[in-house]
């Protein structure tokens, strides 16, 4: 019979794997930004998410194991830094995510179930998680993100856009054309479906935000980032998913990111205060939404619309509570927050004044173009 392992090796490599999965995280959210494929960003948010829960159930039975000390991030055993300090360690997301599986597999391989049953039922949910990656079609066009976007965790302050899309800052006549109506009917389906696709900002913030603010505010924001990024995507999607049901083809449909850009050479502090602000204070309109789109029939937006408020009750105190901390942690007034937004305000105010009369016909001519569009598909595609 094979020597079991004990008790305090367990804890030592589970130490290591939280680092691991803690660094392919961050990694994942601080590519987001610069990788322009929309499937490519939402598959970078779901790897954000997973590895952060994954760190988070190792971190969780390290204290179990180590019990009463609660005090991971303090310990400093270097073996737990070398592959993540190994230049070639996240230079390929496929070989990043094989190596920590082929990790995983090799310690589950030594693990008794009466000794250990709760660390093998955690590694088994992270080798599952990756499973499901390792033939996902979007992971080759996302390692090639990684590899040619030197720019690593260098924040793009514009973002490079699916260029599958129409190209408009500001993604609707409404935020830049004084009493444009927001619409009704199919107009209003189509513009809230387009709201969601033009999340892809708060997804770009939110993996930004993760990356930049980890070293200050440590592993409980990472791991409220890492849901705060896969929701925003799962949003962006929902809107994707809508526009492509309704075979609305991407080139006339708008997408931008003013809110992200009306950040550019800030400090995170502010793009912190975009996400917790500008992505939840129509709270109260969702449900509106989700009740219009039922009386319109459209069970799908109307579901989209309850999920997504359900999430953004979330997000508005993941917002409250890190603004709060990271002011406390800087040595400032955590009440100080009304300002951060406040600034915030100015900040979007200053990018939609540079919006030009070049911009505003350029953005109702593609509006104008979709809804039609959308009109004249409306009674035979599929809702
Ligand atoms: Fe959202
Ligand atoms: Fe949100």
């Given at each position: 019979m094979k020597e079991p392992r004990p008790r305090v090796d367990t804890a030592q490599a589970l130490t290591r794997f939280h680092y691991l999965a803690r660094a392919v995280a961050l990694a994942?959210?601080?590519?987001?930004?610069?990788?322009?494929?929309?499937?490519?960003?939402?598959?970078?948010?779901?790897?954000?998410?997973?590895q952060s829960l994954a760190a988070d159930a190792f971190r969780e039975r390290v204290f179990e194991l180590r019990y009463p000390v609660r005090a991971l991030e303090e310990w400093s055993d270097a073996s737990f830094d070398t592959l993540i300090d190994s230049p070639d360690f996240l230079a390929d997301l496929p070989l990043a995510l094989a190596e920590l599986q082929f990790r995983y597999e090799q310690f589950l391989a030594d693990t008794d179930e009466l000794?250990?049953?709760?660390?093998?039922?955690?590694?088994?949910?992270?080798?599952?998680?990756?499973?499901?990656?390792?033939?996902?079609?979007?992971?080759?066009?996302v390692a090639k993100a990684w590899t040619s976007?030197?720019?690593?965790?260098?924040?793009?302050?514009?973002?490079?856009?699916?260029?599958?899309?129409?190209?408009?800052?500001?993604?609707?006549?409404?935020?830049?054309?004084?009493g444009y109506p927001y619409g009704e009917g199919m107009a209003l389906r189509v513009r809230a479906a387009v709201s969601h696709l033009n999340e892809v900002w708060a997804v770009d913030t939110a993996g930004a935000i993760m990356h930049a603010l980890a070293p200050e505010l440590g592993w409980e924001w990472i791991r409220d980032a890492g849901?705060?990024?896969?929701?925003?995507?799962?949003?962006?999607?929902?809107?994707?998913?809508?526009?492509?049901a309704w075979g609305l083809p991407p080139d006339l449909t708008p997408l931008g990111g003013y809110i992200y850009e009306a950040c550019a050479g800030e400090d995170p502090l502010y793009?912190?205060?975009?996400?917790?602000?500008?992505?939840?204070?129509?709270?109260?309109?969702?449900?509106?939404?989700?009740?219009?789109?039922?009386?319109?029939?459209?069970?799908?937006?109307?579901?989209?619309?309850?999920?997504?408020?359900?999430?953004?009750?979330?997000?508005?105190?993941?917002g409250r509570r890190w603004l709060k901390e990271l002011l406390a942690r800087r040595g400032e007034d955590p009440d100080g927050w009304p300002q951060v937004?406040?600034?915030?305000?100015?900040?979007?105010?200053?990018?939609?004044a540079e919006a030009t009369d070049a911009d505003r016909e350029a953005i109702v001519a593609t509006a104008e173009r979709l809804l039609a569009h959308a009109e004249a598909t409306a009674d035979r595609a599929e809702v």
């Open positions: 994942c959210g601080a590519w987001i930004a610069g990788t322009p494929r929309l499937e490519d960003k939402a598959l970078l948010a779901r790897l954000a998410w997973e000794d250990d049953g709760p660390t093998e039922r955690i590694v088994r949910q992270a080798i599952a998680d990756l499973e499901r990656h390792a033939f996902a079609t979007g992971v080759a066009p976007g030197r720019v690593r965790f260098e924040l793009p302050q514009f973002p490079p856009r699916d260029d599958r899309y129409a190209r408009h800052s500001f993604y609707w006549p409404d935020t830049i054309v004084p849901r705060w990024t896969y929701d925003e995507a799962r949003h962006m999607l929902m809107g994707k998913r809508r526009l492509d793009r912190l205060g975009m996400l917790g602000y500008f992505e939840t204070k129509n709270i109260g309109r969702k449900k509106e939404r989700a009740q219009a789109f039922h009386e319109l029939g459209d069970t799908a937006s109307e579901v989209d619309m309850q999920f997504d408020w359900a999430d953004e009750t979330l997000h508005a105190e993941y937004l406040e600034r915030c305000e100015q900040l979007v105010a200053a990018r939609l």
